[in-house]
């Protein structure tokens, strides 16, 4: 069994993956290769989560296990600079130097 089946956040039905992976003509959102039946792959967020996208099936496509992989990493590493970015423009200087804050 492929490791479709498991959705970071929960548990995914067979039957809303199966509805996924049609709508998507068994492909991978991200490098466009046919997936088969022996591919692992992921359910995965066109959209990100923490950029906005939701959970619908819209938002959900099949992407390949190494394609997710490097996707999430980048989603990830992106979403950490926005955290600090955020954090630097809304602490003031004066705070962050004299608690020891970057």
Known sequence: MSAF????????SAQR???IFAANEGRCHICGRKLGPADD???D???ALSRGGTDDDDNLAPACDWCHDDK???DISEAAKGKRIATKHTVPKRFRQKRGWR
């Open 17 to 19: 993956v199966a509805r």
């Open 41 to 43: 792959y992921q359910i």
């Open 45 to 47: 967020h066109k959209i």
């Open 5 to 12: 089946h498991h959705h970071k956040r929960g548990s995914m």
């Open 72 to 74: 999430t990493s980048d």
